[in-house]
């Protein structure tokens, strides 16, 4: 059942329905043949955000796409009717360079990734496009330059911070 009422309970962040200005511009992708018209699109500003939609989701029987950097070609990322739980806002990159690891927040693009590493003059074995998305990228295996050497982006993936369907 799709509420009409656009309220979240703890939801921080943007969210963007049909009768809003930003709507169009909000559920595009990459992928320009993509026309897909999301109920709702939950614009997630932290952890707790995305915790709040997926159970939003859960109580209204909303069907939930995901969107990261939004670059999949098979346009995964927007869904009709559902709820996006859109993480473009969450770029946050921090970069241990001592121990040679970073946390990446699961809307950030491989350009971010690359901009942080590089600056301690470091690497990373993701994306050979900038604007792909860190998330989809590395949980679709990941190939990237050093790949042969240091295998794939997955392969490299330490931990996740997953929120399952209960939220």
């Known amino acids: 059942m ?14 963007i329905n049909a009768s809003h200005a930003d709507y169009d511009v909000a559920r595009a992708i990459w992928n320009g043949a993509i026309d897909r018209r ?4 939950a614009r997630c500003i932290g952890t ?16 939930i796409a995901i969107r990261g950097g939004g670059h999949g070609v098979a346009g995964t990322a927007v869904c009709d009717d559902g709820i996006v739980i859109d993480l473009s806002a969450m770029r946050g990159v921090r970069v241990d360079p001592a121990g040679c ?4 927040q699961g809307g950030a693009l491989w350009g971010d990734v690359d901009r942080e590493t590089q600056a301690h003059g470091l690497a990373t074995t993701g994306g050979i496009v900038s604007h792909t998305g860190v998330a989809g990228l590395t949980l679709g295996g990941g190939i990237g ?7 794939l982006a997955v392969d490299n993936l ?4 997953v929120v399952t369907a209960d939220g």
């Not at 799709?2 to 969210?15: A, N, S, Y």
């Not at 330059?145 to 295998?151: E, Y």
């Open 145 to 151: 330059w050093l790949m042969r050497k240091h295998g």
């Open 101 to 104: 690891r970073a946390w990446v």
């Open 2 to 15: 799709q509420p009409t009422v656009v309220e979240i309970d703890g939801f921080r962040g943007r969210l």
């Open 48 to 63: 707790a955000d995305v915790v709040a939609a997926v159970r939003f989701a859960r109580d209204h029987d909303l069907e």
């Open 158 to 161: 330490l931990a996740a911070d």
């Open 38 to 41: 999301p109920h709702l699109i």
